[in-house]
């Protein structure tokens, strides 16, 4: 399966494709993770996108797009990819039907996780992240036991430096202008299926699995007819 979660910074896109990567046994790979993993390795490119990231706005598409290429080329993406962040404006959406066509394989279903802008701000402002293991905590709608640590392993947990009120409110004016319109771009190729992101987290993954496997069944019909 090759899906895409779209939708807003904080809609649940990385909260959902880390489970759907465990149940469905395909990698999640989100940009924002490359882009920072870049970062925390000093990588050229990393230096490239921080002034982007530091700032809420788009990496550039070529930088962005040469990117995901190469980690779609990896091994463990030849049974199908859980792509979170992206693709975030049109050219990415095209160049991303270009690179699986080049595999031999084709988007199935692109699932838009449909959140208010009120629901982004919160979770967004809320949002806590462990610096040693990763996880991801909410403080209005998932706080860690006790304030500051992780449950998980202890580590100190961190707000994300693009999560800061005065940035977060321009990734949604960004999220609005460059990656809404694909939202349309994706419903004229009727691949889009629209997800109550309001719902709580076990709420939406139920959602998505059901769209998931529907999706499942029409591509294995489509591919016993050719
Ligand atoms: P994205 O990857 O789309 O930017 P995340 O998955 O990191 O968003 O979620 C943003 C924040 O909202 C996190 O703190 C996460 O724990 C929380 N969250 C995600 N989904 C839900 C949900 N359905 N209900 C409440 N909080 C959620
Ligand atoms: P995320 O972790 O998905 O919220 O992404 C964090 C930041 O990385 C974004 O605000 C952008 O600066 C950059 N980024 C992530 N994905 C993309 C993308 N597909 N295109 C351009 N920039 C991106």
């Known amino acids: 399966m090759n899906i895409v979660l779209l ?42 996108a ?8 788009l990496v550039p598409d070529q930088v962005t ?10 091994p463990d993406c ?5 792509l979170d962040g992206f693709p975030r404006t049109v050219p990415q959406a095209e160049a991303l039907e270009g690179m699986l066509s080049e595999l031999g394989r084709r988007l199935d279903v692109v699932a838009y996780i449909e959140v208010s802008l009120e629901t982004l701000l919160k979770r967004l402002s809320g949002r806590l992240i462990c610096a040693q293991c990763g996880f991801v905590y909410n403080l209005y709608f998932g706080p860690p036991k006790i304030a500051g640590r992780c449950d998980a ?24 202008e460059q990656t809404v319109p694909l939202i ?29 496997r529907a999706a499942g069944r029409r591509t294995r019909r489509k591919g016993s007819k050719s």
């Open 7 to 48: 939708g807003g910074p904080g809609s649940g896109k990385g909260t959902q494709a880390k489970t759907l990567s465990e149940m469905l046994h395909v990698p999640h790979v989100a940009s924002g993770d490359l882009f920072r993993e870049h970062l925390k390795n000093q990588t050229s490119l990393g230096e490239t």
């Open 50 to 57: 921080q002034a982007y990231i530091n700032r809420g706005e």
């Open 65 to 74: 797009i040469g990117m995901v290429r190469e980690r779609l080329g990896l």
């Open 78 to 82: 030849q049974a199908g990819v859980i």
């Open 153 to 176: 392993c202890g580590g100190s947990l961190e707000q994300r430096q693009d999560d800061r009120p005065e940035i977060q409110r321009h990734r949604i004016e960004v999220y609005w």
């Open 184 to 212: 349309d771009y994706y419903q004229r190729l009727g691949k889009l299926t629209r997800i109550d992101g309001e719902q709580d987290i076990a709420g939406v993954q139920g959602q998505l699995l059901t769209a998931i």
